[in-house]
Nanobody, 120 residues
Framework: QVQLAESGGGLVQAGGSLSVSCAAS????????MGWYRQAPGKQRELVAT???????NYADSVKGRFTISRDNPKKAVHLQMNSLKPEDTAVYYC??????????????WGKGTLVTVSS
């Protein structure tokens, strides 16, 4: 009974900014790491950024300095602020969360994805 709901995708011009958010709902014990992945048509899904429960972040080299990941633990949410967007950032962005169930086992969950399109 865990769901991840993404929001905030859309169309933006190159050089512009956009943010995407993801909120977890359902009955579970806690959330460990959360992150964002993206997949462009015909390409492999790739890691964009991750953040631990304590706030330690990791970014793909391609987005360092442009994207910022953050989380709100009470709201069970993760946010990705994307600045200086490039056409190559165009992809479906997927939220990922490592959920700790009430049984204390852990399992990765994925959102349905939100499309980000950057025009040149």
């Amino acid at each position: 009974q865990v769901q991840l709901a993404e929001s905030g995708g859309g169309l933006v011009q190159a050089g512009g900014s956009l943010s995407v958010s993801c909120a977890a709902s359902g009955r579970f014990f806690s959330i460990n790491a959360m992150g964002w992945y993206r997949q462009a048509p015909g390409k492999q899904r790739e890691l964009v950024a991750t953040i631990t429960r304590s706030g330690l972040t990791n970014y793909a080299d391609s987005v360092k300095g442009r994207f910022t990941i953050s989380r709100d633990n009470p709201k069970k949410a993760v946010h990705l602020q994307m600045n200086s967007l490039k056409p190559e950032d165009t992809a479906v962005y997927y939220c990922n969360a490592e959920i700790v169930h009430l049984t204390l086992n852990t399992q990765a969950y994925w959102g349905k994805g939100t499309l980000v399109t950057v025009s040149s």
